[in-house]
C-alpha cells in the first residue's frame, strides 16, 4: 500500500484520436473529473496537472470534484461520458483496482470502459498525523496511548482516498486500537477537524 498510483484515464479514446473527424482538437474547454473531495492529495494533484495542460493546449481543463461511494461516482459519470476526448478521470488504485474486491458489482468495468494515457506519479506516502494536544511523538507512543485509552480516541479517514481509507482501517484493526472511525468525504475538512481537535 505504500504506492498509490495516479493515473489520468479517458474514456473510449486516446488523446491523439479524440475528435478526428472535428478537426483540430481542442475546441472547448476539457473536463477532468476528480472521485475526491477539494483538497485531497489527488484533487491537489489533478489542479497542479490541469493548469499545465490547460497552458499547454490553449484552452481551459476544469476540475470536476465528484466524491462519495468510493469513487464510484465520478468512475460511472466518465464511464458514461460520450467518448469524444473532453471528459478526463484523474484517478488512484482506489476505483481501479481496490473497488474491484471491496464492490460485489461495480457501474462500470475498469479494463473495458478507460483508457489509460498517463501516468502521473508512482507513488504518494501514506501518513498519520494527530492533534498536537495528544501527547504522542512516535507511531509506537499513539499505539500504546489508543490502548491505554480504548474507545476514547477517535481516527478520521478519506472515504474518497479508498487505498488510504482501506490502510486506516486496517492499521486500526491489526494493531488492535480500538479507535472509533470516522468517515468524512472531504480531506479538507477531515484535516481541519483533527487540527481543531472536533474528534
Same mark, same amino acid.
Given at each position: 500500500m505504500?504506492?498509490?498510483w495516479?493515473v489520468?484515464?479517458?474514456?473510449?479514446v486516446?488523446?491523439a484520436?479524440?475528435?478526428?473527424?472535428?478537426g483540430a482538437?481542442?475546441?472547448?474547454?476539457?473536463?477532468l473529473?476528480?472521485?475526491?473531495?477539494p483538497?485531497?492529495a489527488t484533487?491537489?494533484m489533478? #489542479?497542479?496537472?490541469?493548469?499545465?495542460?490547460?497552458?499547454?493546449l490553449?484552452q481551459?481543463?476544469v476540475?470536476?470534484?465528484?466524491?462519495?461511494a468510493?469513487?464510484?461516482?465520478?468512475?460511472?459519470?466518465v464511464? #458514461?461520458?460520450?467518448?469524444?476526448?473532453?471528459?478526463?478521470?484523474?484517478?488512484?488504485?482506489?476505483?481501479?483496482?481496490?473497488?474491484?474486491?471491496?464492490?460485489?458489482?461495480?457501474p462500470?468495468?475498469?479494463? #473495458?470502459?478507460?483508457a489509460a494515457v498517463?501516468?502521473?506519479?508512482?507513488?504518494?506516502?501514506?501518513?498519520?498525523?494527530?492533534?498536537?494536544?495528544l501527547p504522542?511523538?512516535?507511531?509506537?507512543?499513539?499505539?500504546?496511548h489508543a490502548?491505554a485509552n480504548?474507545?476514547?480516541?477517535?481516527m478520521?479517514?478519506?472515504t474518497t482516498?479508498?487505498?488510504?481509507?482501506?490502510?486506516?482501517?486496517?492499521?486500526?484493526?491489526?494493531?488492535?486500537?480500538?479507535?472509533v472511525?470516522?468517515p468524512?468525504?472531504?480531506?479538507?475538512?477531515?484535516?481541519?477537524?483533527?487540527?481543531?481537535?472536533?474528534?
Amino acid at each position: 500500500m505504500k504506492r498509490l498510483w495516479c493515473v489520468l484515464l479517458c474514456y473510449g479514446v486516446l488523446l491523439a484520436g479524440a475528435n478526428a473527424g472535428e478537426g483540430a482538437w481542442p475546441t472547448r474547454p476539457i473536463k477532468l473529473i476528480v472521485p475526491t473531495g477539494p483538497g485531497a492529495a489527488t484533487d491537489v494533484m489533478a #489542479r497542479m496537472l490541469s493548469d499545465g495542460v490547460s497552458r499547454s493546449l490553449g484552452q481551459s481543463m476544469v476540475v470536476e470534484n465528484l466524491p462519495g461511494a468510493s469513487g464510484l461516482l465520478a468512475h460511472q459519470a466518465v464511464a #458514461r461520458a460520450a467518448p469524444d476526448g473532453y471528459t478526463f478521470l484523474f484517478t488512484n488504485t482506489s476505483g481501479m483496482a481496490i473497488n474491484l474486491i471491496s464492490f460485489k458489482q461495480l457501474p462500470y468495468d475498469p479494463t #473495458r470502459d478507460f483508457a489509460a494515457v498517463a501516468m502521473v506519479c508512482s507513488q504518494a506516502p501514506q501518513m498519520v498525523s494527530v492533534n498536537i494536544e495528544l501527547p504522542v511523538q512516535s507511531l509506537a507512543q499513539l499505539i500504546a496511548h489508543a490502548k491505554a485509552n480504548r474507545g476514547k480516541l477517535s481516527m478520521a479517514f478519506d472515504t474518497t482516498a479508498g487505498a488510504a481509507a482501506f490502510a486506516a482501517k486496517l492499521f486500526n484493526r491489526r494493531a488492535d486500537l480500538g479507535l472509533v472511525e470516522i468517515p468524512y468525504r472531504s480531506a479538507a475538512q477531515m484535516t481541519q477537524d483533527v487540527a481543531s481537535g472536533v474528534n
